[in-house]
């Protein structure tokens, strides 16, 4: 995420340096917390700062290709009760164990999805789990953080009941945050824009596509119906792993693809 927080910036620069004039504002909206609860975008909201906004270009990794449709997310907390028990007289009720076949029962589940032809299938991952205090003590309580992903057009409140159903009385499910799917049209004049765009540097038509990974764009987008076309120099599926890194050269391409896009988008 740095080299397109680098790359927008570099833009930015090269643009005023240049004297280019535009006939709107183009803003650099950077915001804190985009992989986890998405707080900087949701304070944008709150303060209205770009609700007026006409589109919002996202710098997130897209391999220098335009992605226009994101999964949503659903983050549920597991939480296991049992009763205190130790092994060498009352064992209790162990938590940890009904959490284990909980999360068996889970992974027979097969999620209700419509069909989407950017998106990729929905998926459940249980991400973090904790539980027990000590290995002869009967551990009471256990918890467990499960992600879901889910295409347009599917109800949070569906699944969450289907999860429900397959829960044992000692376990609760808890909503820890959803972030809607979102999508732009791929023939919005925004996401057109960004198109030819791409297409002066590379010479080839670029295909819009979709992700499994959410962006700030599910704030926006939901809040103000704003529209949104991801292009990132950073390639997509490098997030997170060993060696994270970006090729320099695509970082100096997003920055020209990003001036072609602000030149043309806010045209004066």
Known sequence: MKS????????????ASGGTSLAGDLILAFSAG??????????FVERGDIADAGAILVSEPSSLGIIVSEM????????????????????GVNAIEAMSDFLRDLRTINL?????????????????????SAVNITPDRCEAEIDIRLRSGTDQKVIISILKDIAPP???????????????????????TCMRAL??????????QGVAYYSD????????????????????????????????????????????????WLAS
């Open 112 to 132: 209700p999805s419509p069909e989407h032809a950017l998106l990729p299938n929905p998926s459940i991952c249980v991400g973090t789990i904790s539980g027990g």
């Open 34 to 43: 985009e992989s986890s609860n998405c707080l900087g975008a949701k304070r």
């Open 199 to 208: 297409e002066v540097g590379s010479g080839a038509a670029p295909i819009p």
């Open 4 to 15: 397109g927080v680098t790359a927008m910036a570099a833009a930015a620069a090269r643009l």
């Open 217 to 264: 764009a599910t704030i926006f987008n939901e809040a103000h119906g704003t529209p949104f076309a991801i292009i990132g120099p950073g390639d997509n599926g490098m997030s997170g792993q060993v060696d994270e890194s970006v090729d320099l050269n695509n970082v100096e391409q997003a920055i020209e693809i990003y001036c072609r896009i602000a030149k043309s």
């Open 72 to 91: 949503g997310v659903l983050w549920l907390r597991a939480v296991a009760h049992g009763r205190l028990g130790h092994v060498s007289g009352n064992s």
């Open 170 to 192: 000692e376990i609760e499910l808890i909503v820890s945050d959803f972030k809607p799917p979102v999508e732009t049209a791929p023939d919005h004049p925004f996401v057109v």
